[in-house]
Protein backbone atom coordinates (compact mmCIF):
# COMPACT_ATOMS: atom_id res chain seq x y z
CA UNK A 1 0.00 0.00 0.00
CA UNK A 2 1.12 3.70 -0.58
CA UNK A 3 1.83 5.99 2.41
CA UNK A 4 -1.40 7.75 1.43
CA UNK A 5 -3.39 4.55 1.41
CA UNK A 6 -2.42 3.61 4.67
CA UNK A 7 -2.56 7.69 6.31
CA UNK A 8 -6.42 7.15 4.76
CA UNK A 9 -6.85 4.22 6.92
CA UNK A 10 -5.37 5.81 10.02
CA UNK A 11 -7.26 9.16 9.37
CA UNK A 12 -10.65 7.17 9.17
CA UNK A 13 -9.90 5.52 12.29
CA UNK A 14 -9.51 8.59 14.48
CA UNK A 15 -12.14 10.27 12.59
CA UNK A 16 -14.33 7.85 13.88
CA UNK A 17 -12.72 8.01 17.17
CA UNK A 18 -12.90 11.89 16.96
CA UNK A 19 -16.41 10.58 16.24
CA UNK A 20 -17.31 8.77 18.83
CA UNK A 21 -16.11 11.70 21.61
CA UNK A 22 -18.28 14.22 19.77
CA UNK A 23 -21.40 11.87 20.39
CA UNK A 24 -20.89 11.36 23.82
CA UNK A 25 -19.89 15.10 24.73
CA UNK A 26 -23.53 16.25 22.94
CA UNK A 27 -25.45 13.96 24.55
CA UNK A 28 -23.78 14.88 28.16
CA UNK A 29 -24.14 18.58 27.57
CA UNK A 30 -27.73 18.09 26.66
CA UNK A 31 -28.14 16.13 29.97
CA UNK A 32 -25.67 17.98 32.23
CA UNK A 33 -24.00 14.73 32.91
CA UNK A 34 -22.00 12.45 31.88
CA UNK A 35 -23.76 9.81 29.41
CA UNK A 36 -22.51 6.38 27.56
CA UNK A 37 -24.35 5.49 24.81
CA UNK A 38 -24.18 1.93 22.94
CA UNK A 39 -22.94 4.25 19.51
CA UNK A 40 -20.08 5.18 21.46
CA UNK A 41 -18.67 1.51 22.33
CA UNK A 42 -19.59 0.42 18.58
CA UNK A 43 -18.11 3.06 17.17
CA UNK A 44 -14.70 2.92 19.52
CA UNK A 45 -14.36 -0.86 17.87
CA UNK A 46 -14.66 -0.49 14.72
CA UNK A 47 -11.73 2.37 14.57
CA UNK A 48 -9.82 0.43 16.65
CA UNK A 49 -9.98 -2.38 13.98
CA UNK A 50 -8.44 0.13 11.72
CA UNK A 51 -6.10 1.42 13.83
CA UNK A 52 -4.16 -1.92 14.51
CA UNK A 53 -4.63 -1.94 11.16
CA UNK A 54 -2.80 1.28 10.44
CA UNK A 55 -0.48 0.46 13.27
CA UNK A 56 0.61 -2.91 11.55
CA UNK A 57 1.14 -0.83 8.02
CA UNK A 58 3.30 1.46 9.84
CA UNK A 59 5.04 -1.07 11.56
CA UNK A 60 4.13 0.84 14.53
CA UNK A 61 4.42 -1.66 17.49
CA UNK A 62 3.08 1.38 19.88
CA UNK A 63 -0.24 1.76 17.99
CA UNK A 64 -0.82 -2.14 17.84
CA UNK A 65 -0.53 -2.38 21.36
CA UNK A 66 -2.89 0.35 22.45
CA UNK A 67 -5.53 -1.72 20.43
CA UNK A 68 -5.16 -5.13 21.25
CA UNK A 69 -5.20 -3.33 25.10
CA UNK A 70 -8.59 -1.90 24.73
CA UNK A 71 -10.54 -3.96 21.73
CA UNK A 72 -11.72 -6.99 23.56
CA UNK A 73 -12.92 -4.32 26.69
CA UNK A 74 -15.08 -2.29 24.02
CA UNK A 75 -16.48 -5.40 23.44
CA UNK A 76 -17.26 -5.77 26.80
CA UNK A 77 -19.12 -2.61 27.05
CA UNK A 78 -21.57 -3.87 23.77
CA UNK A 79 -22.16 -6.86 26.24
CA UNK A 80 -22.96 -5.34 29.68
CA UNK A 81 -25.14 -3.01 27.56
CA UNK A 82 -26.79 -5.98 25.74
CA UNK A 83 -25.91 -4.69 21.91
CA UNK A 84 -22.89 -7.02 21.46
CA UNK A 85 -25.49 -10.14 20.89
CA UNK A 86 -27.85 -8.11 18.66
CA UNK A 87 -24.75 -8.80 16.23
CA UNK A 88 -24.69 -11.19 13.35
CA UNK A 89 -23.24 -14.24 14.83
CA UNK A 90 -20.50 -14.77 11.90
CA UNK A 91 -19.59 -10.88 12.67
CA UNK A 92 -19.14 -11.72 16.40
CA UNK A 93 -16.95 -14.52 15.59
CA UNK A 94 -14.43 -12.50 13.33
CA UNK A 95 -14.55 -9.08 15.81
CA UNK A 96 -13.18 -11.99 18.39
CA UNK A 97 -10.44 -13.58 16.46
CA UNK A 98 -9.56 -10.74 14.20
CA UNK A 99 -6.43 -9.65 15.91
CA UNK A 100 -5.05 -13.50 15.93
CA UNK A 101 -5.91 -13.40 12.10
CA UNK A 102 -3.75 -10.52 11.43
CA UNK A 103 -0.75 -12.07 13.03
CA UNK A 104 -1.67 -15.66 11.54
CA UNK A 105 -1.71 -14.10 8.11
CA UNK A 106 1.24 -12.03 8.43
CA UNK A 107 3.59 -15.36 9.33
CA UNK A 108 2.06 -17.15 6.38
CA UNK A 109 3.04 -14.35 4.09
CA UNK A 110 6.59 -13.60 5.90
CA UNK A 111 5.41 -9.85 6.20
CA UNK A 112 5.52 -9.92 10.10
CA UNK A 113 8.54 -9.14 11.52
CA UNK A 114 9.28 -9.30 15.74
CA UNK A 115 12.36 -7.94 15.13
CA UNK A 116 11.11 -4.92 12.79
CA UNK A 117 8.21 -3.84 15.31
CA UNK A 118 11.07 -3.52 18.29
CA UNK A 119 13.64 -2.60 15.83
CA UNK A 120 12.41 0.26 13.16
CA UNK A 121 15.08 2.11 11.93
CA UNK A 122 12.34 5.05 11.87
CA UNK A 123 11.51 4.54 15.83
CA UNK A 124 14.87 4.80 17.82
CA UNK A 125 14.07 2.46 21.16
CA UNK A 126 13.85 5.50 23.40
CA UNK A 127 11.10 6.77 21.18
CA UNK A 128 9.34 3.26 21.06
CA UNK A 129 9.25 3.18 25.27
CA UNK A 130 7.87 6.55 25.14
CA UNK A 131 5.03 5.94 22.62
CA UNK A 132 4.57 2.21 24.61
CA UNK A 133 4.07 3.95 28.09
CA UNK A 134 1.99 6.88 26.87
CA UNK A 135 -0.29 4.00 25.11
CA UNK A 136 -0.50 2.52 28.07
CA UNK A 137 -1.54 5.08 30.51
CA UNK A 138 -4.08 6.34 27.63
CA UNK A 139 -5.42 2.60 27.72
CA UNK A 140 -5.48 2.26 31.30
CA UNK A 141 -8.41 4.54 31.84
CA UNK A 142 -10.45 1.33 30.27
CA UNK A 143 -9.47 -0.66 32.42
CA UNK A 144 -10.46 1.20 35.11
CA UNK A 145 -13.45 1.94 33.13
CA UNK A 146 -14.19 -2.06 32.89
CA UNK A 147 -13.87 -2.36 36.66
CA UNK A 148 -16.35 0.16 37.71
CA UNK A 149 -18.58 -1.08 35.30
CA UNK A 150 -18.77 -4.52 36.55
CA UNK A 151 -18.97 -3.25 40.19
CA UNK A 152 -21.79 -0.93 39.25
CA UNK A 153 -23.39 -3.41 36.70
CA UNK A 154 -23.69 -1.03 33.93
CA UNK A 155 -21.56 0.56 31.53
CA UNK A 156 -20.16 4.42 32.49
CA UNK A 157 -17.76 6.56 32.20
CA UNK A 158 -16.38 7.85 35.56
CA UNK A 159 -13.93 10.73 36.39
CA UNK A 160 -10.88 8.95 36.86
CA UNK A 161 -11.64 7.88 32.71
CA UNK A 162 -11.68 11.16 31.63
CA UNK A 163 -8.66 12.41 33.83
CA UNK A 164 -6.78 9.09 32.68
CA UNK A 165 -7.71 9.71 28.98
CA UNK A 166 -5.89 13.52 29.13
CA UNK A 167 -2.76 12.73 30.43
CA UNK A 168 -2.14 9.44 28.15
CA UNK A 169 -3.19 11.74 25.40
CA UNK A 170 -0.87 15.13 26.24
CA UNK A 171 1.79 11.78 26.42
CA UNK A 172 0.89 10.74 22.85
CA UNK A 173 0.91 14.39 21.35
CA UNK A 174 4.25 14.28 22.58
CA UNK A 175 5.03 10.73 20.64
CA UNK A 176 2.97 12.03 18.05
CA UNK A 177 5.18 15.07 16.98
CA UNK A 178 8.54 13.08 17.86
CA UNK A 179 7.21 10.40 15.76
CA UNK A 180 5.31 13.31 12.65
CA UNK A 181 2.48 11.05 12.48
CA UNK A 182 -0.02 13.21 11.75
CA UNK A 183 -2.97 10.97 12.35
CA UNK A 184 -2.24 10.21 16.24
CA UNK A 185 -1.53 14.12 16.65
CA UNK A 186 -4.90 15.12 14.39
CA UNK A 187 -6.83 12.85 16.33
CA UNK A 188 -5.67 13.63 20.26
CA UNK A 189 -5.42 17.10 19.70
CA UNK A 190 -9.42 17.25 19.29
CA UNK A 191 -9.99 15.03 22.24
CA UNK A 192 -8.17 16.89 24.79
CA UNK A 193 -11.07 19.20 24.64
CA UNK A 194 -13.78 16.59 25.32
CA UNK A 195 -11.87 15.38 28.13
CA UNK A 196 -11.20 18.48 29.94
CA UNK A 197 -15.33 19.47 29.43
CA UNK A 198 -15.93 16.14 30.71
CA UNK A 199 -13.97 16.30 34.10
CA UNK A 200 -15.79 19.56 34.47
CA UNK A 201 -19.32 17.86 33.73
CA UNK A 202 -17.95 15.03 35.86
CA UNK A 203 -17.27 16.89 39.32
CA UNK A 204 -20.29 19.16 38.50
CA UNK A 205 -22.61 15.98 39.01
Known amino acids: MSSWQIYA ?9 SGRLLLQW ?18 SLFASF ?10 DF ?19 QGE ?32 KLFYND ?10 SGAQMIFNLRFFYQWIYSERKKKSSLPLGFWILSL ?10 ILRKDPVLFIGHITGCFIYIRNIILSKKS
Not at 26 to 43: A, Y
Open 62 to 80: AIMLGQAITYFIYIRNLQL
Open 9 to 17: VGLIAQSLF
Open 50 to 59: LLFVYGYLRE
Open 122 to 131: AIPLWLLILG
Open 84 to 115: WQKAPLILRIFLYFFPLLIVIYSYNNNAYDIE
Open 167 to 176: VGALLILVYA
Open 26 to 43: ILSEKHKKVLTPSLFWKL
